[in-house]
């Protein structure tokens, strides 16, 4: 393990100006979206004050994101992938800025907030593959775990005091924290028109059906691929009680608001300190092996929150479950860009997103019902039996991630992904 390196070291991020350009870029965006989302949710309520209302905010960002996940990634496959970034913020930044115009006319309702959040999400979906992809041009591959732990603590802050600053700001009236999200979306798009961004000139091939699931395809031809990004789907499938905390909060632990807030909290606290912790140690050795012990510790912190009647044990249940999970999305993460070629990782990167966003919207799904059946206790205590289960039995299957001592190993060439592969 190795402490991290001061600004002037030759292996320290501070050197790669494109990177820290990057950063600064994403965590001016995430932080305004993190407002953003708090702001539109307590103006649509206050709209209409039907909690239907509220599930339309999620469908109508989930659609995108899912839809448009592979045309998304073969995009960032045959274009200047900076480009793409630059062109989906500034989209987000008009229509936020629109939404911050409207609001503070009080000419916006409903419907036009949902059209613009369609359209936020519809540009992130175009932006999100291409966004991934750039990171490992922007630092070498001995660095790229190290530039995904800080990715990881940008979004982990971002999702801790992101909620909090827009619910402070919001005092002030929507239209005040749409104004400052759309300042913050306004530096990103300034950060990244400024990145010094070096792409191969991509091959130009049509959108067929081969190109478009050329992702899909070369994930299941990389078992270690296939085995992380599964693992992963799984994992979160069963372990999706942090779903059920408003009911752990109020009929298990009996504390309030308050209370609910500190366990909303504990899992990213857990996750933005152990990012802290990533960033300064490498991971050199048995990174198979240690994803495994992670997921199995995921499994595990489930189960004590679960069984918890306290609240003290169940805030450190959840707080040891972030910390597990950043281990696991940087290893996760790391391994995937590194084993996939650059004129392969949008794509990549797109059934990745695929896989996340699922797993999240149908894990949350899972634990509802489930709960409906066994209760909140029982469908947590399924969920991290069953992840257990999962990390067996990959092992098993992937005896080869299961041995993998270092994150890059160099891959071999692949061949024109488009003509060999067949659907």
Not at 234 to 251: N, R
Not at 350 to 373: D, R
Request: hydrophobic residues 55%; glycine residues 8%; proline residues 5%.
């Amino acid at each position: 393990m190795s402490s991290f390196p001061t600004p002037g070291s030759a292996d320290s991020l501070f050197q790669h100006r494109a990177y820290v350009a990057f950063w600064c870029a994403r965590t001016a965006s995430s932080f305004g979206f993190q407002m953003l989302s708090v702001a539109v949710g307590w103006q649509i309520y206050a709209m209409t004050g039907r909690a239907f209302d509220l599930g339309l905010i999620g469908l109508v960002q989930f659609f995108p994101s899912v839809l448009l996940a592979l045309p998304a990634g073969h995009l960032a496959d045959q274009f200047d992938r900076r480009r793409i970034v630059l062109i989906g913020q500034i989209v987000e930044w008009m229509a936020i800025v629109l939404l911050a115009t409207l609001t503070l006319l009080h000419a916006i309702n409903e419907v036009g907030i949902l059209l613009l959040i369609f359209t936020i999400s519809t540009a992130k979906a175009f932006e999100s593959p291409s966004m991934q992809s750039m990171v490992p041009a922007l630092v070498p591959p001995s660095l790229l775990p190290r530039a995904m732990a800080v990715n990881g603590s940008a979004m982990q802050a971002a999702m801790i005091m992101g909620p909090a600053l827009g619910g402070f700001l919001y005092v002030a009236g929507p239209g005040i924290v749409y104004s400052v999200s759309a300042v913050l979306y306004l530096i990103a798009a300034t950060m990244v028109a400024q990145l010094h961004y070096e792409q191969a000139p991509p091959k130009r091939e049509p959108a067929t059906l081969k190109t478009l699931f050329a992702g899909v395809h070369f994930i299941r031809e990389r078992k270690d691929v296939l085995g992380v990004i599964s693992l992963d789907l799984f994992a979160v499938l069963l372990g999706g009680a942090t779903a059920l905390l408003p009911i752990f909060a109020k009929d298990v632990l009996h504390t309030g608001p308050w209370g609910l807030g500190l366990l909303r909290a504990a899992p990213a606290v857990g996750a933005l300190l152990m990012s802290f912790w990533l960033a300064r140690h490498s991971m050199e050795r048995r990174v198979g092996m240690t994803m495994f012990a992670c997921v199995a510790g995921f499994g595990v912190a489930t189960l004590v929150f679960a069984l918890s009647k306290v609240i003290w044990l169940s805030l450190l249940a959840l707080f040891a479950l972030g910390a597990f999970d950043m281990v696991s999305m940087v290893i996760r993460g790391s391994l995937v860009q590194l084993d996939t070629p650059d004129t392969m990782r949008g794509r990549v990167s797109a059934v990745n997103a695929i896989f996340i966003n699922t797993s999240n919207q149908l894990g949350e799904f899972e634990s509802g019902m489930v709960a409906a059946w066994l209760g909140a206790v029982g469908s947590a205590v399924v969920g991290g039996i069953g992840t257990l289960v999962v990390v067996g039995l990959w092992m098993m299957m992937f005896p080869t991630l299961r041995r993998r001592q270092r994150l890059h190993i160099p891959p071999d060439p692949v061949p024109d992904e488009a003509s060999s592969q067949t659907i």
